[in-house]
């Protein structure tokens, strides 16, 4: 089942280490927003600065990820960078 997953607070320091974080999981977000598919990870992302909202979207973990990752394993893991960076999830 897909997650939509919504954050406030996210400052730009905080998007630029999700950023920095997922790139260790191999996944790569170019922009403040677009789409990805990397190793089985897939969904959509919109971070607006001025409002400091990041919003994913139909986040869906496939093979080969869900071999060492479920959503709800990402979802929390996602919580915590993003709440240790000041912001708040709102999911």
């Not at 607070?9 to 280490?17: C, I, L, R």
């Not at 990805?36 to 139909?58: C, H, I, M, P, W």
Request: no cysteine; glycine share 8%.
């Amino acid at each position: 089942m897909a997650k939509n997953l919504q954050y406030e607070g996210v400052k730009p320091e905080a998007f630029e280490q999700l950023k920095t974080k997922l790139q260790t999981y191999g996944i790569s977000l170019q922009a403040n927003n677009g789409s990805f598919s990397e190793k089985g990870v897939s969904g959509r992302y919109n971070y607006d600065a001025a409002t400091e909202q990041l919003r994913l979207e139909d986040l869906k973990v496939g093979f080969p990820a869900s071999m060492m990752v479920s959503e709800d394993t990402l979802q929390t893991r996602l919580d915590e960078l993003l709440v240790q960076h000041g912001g708040k999830a709102l999911h």
